[in-house]
């Protein structure tokens, strides 16, 4: 029969600890995210998988700020975060430091995130596009592939949050086990 866990059997992590551990090598470059509350999600899931680090570009909020917090609950101070107000300046800049550029948005040739698992020594950055207008065509046009989550309803349109956990999940499953101490 299962149980709800305690908060003291979760073997959570201080915020110290956390900075001293492995991380997954995935960068997160929000483009022009406009929701504080998806801001805040998306950090608390970079958490969860020990994302190496998020760029908040362009109109994307930043740290600190209470509505970003509402939803990261802290997540804000343990994952690792730069701004950049030119999202196509920081594509480039990573793709000189050899990151494939990899963009979560329905795509003419796009992946399901299932065929684009992270390998151990790949330099990816993950680009979360705007909710409602994905993607920006500059950072399409640059980006080395697509990934699409699969969709069968009439709306073909996630929460830019939801999606985003659901391809960080996939994408980096093959390298969890390597996070276990």
């Known amino acids: 029969m299962s149980r709800k866990l305690h908060i003291t059997e979760m073997n959570r992590l201080d915020i110290g600890t956390y900075k001293e551990r492995k991380k997954i090598p995935l960068t ?11 801001i805040g999600s998306i950090f608390r899931t970079a958490d969860a998988f020990r994302i190496e680090r998020m760029i908040l570009c362009g109109i994307t909020a930043v740290p600190p700020h209470p509505m970003i917090h509402k939803t990261a609950l802290g997540a804000e101070e343990s994952v690792e975060w730069e701004y950049s107000p030119s999202i196509l300046d920081r594509v480039l800049a990573l793709k000189a430091e050899g990151y494939e550029i990899w963009a979560l948005e329905l795509a003419t040739h796009s992946l ?3 065929q684009s698992l992270l390998q151990k020594n790949q330099k990816v950055a993950l680009v979360i596009g705007n909710e409602v207008h994905g993607v920006s065509d500059e950072v399409i046009a640059l980006a080395d592939r697509c990934i699409e989550i699969p969709q069968y309803g009439t709306k073909h349109s996630l929460n830019v949050s939801v999606s985003t956990g659901i391809a960080l999940y996939t994408l980096v499953s093959p390298l969890l086990s390597s996070l276990e101490d």
Do not use: C, K
Not at 28 to 38: A, E, H, P, Y
């Open 112 to 114: 399901p995130p299932e």
């Open 28 to 38: 997160i470059l929000l483009d022009n995210v406009r929701s504080m509350n998806n």
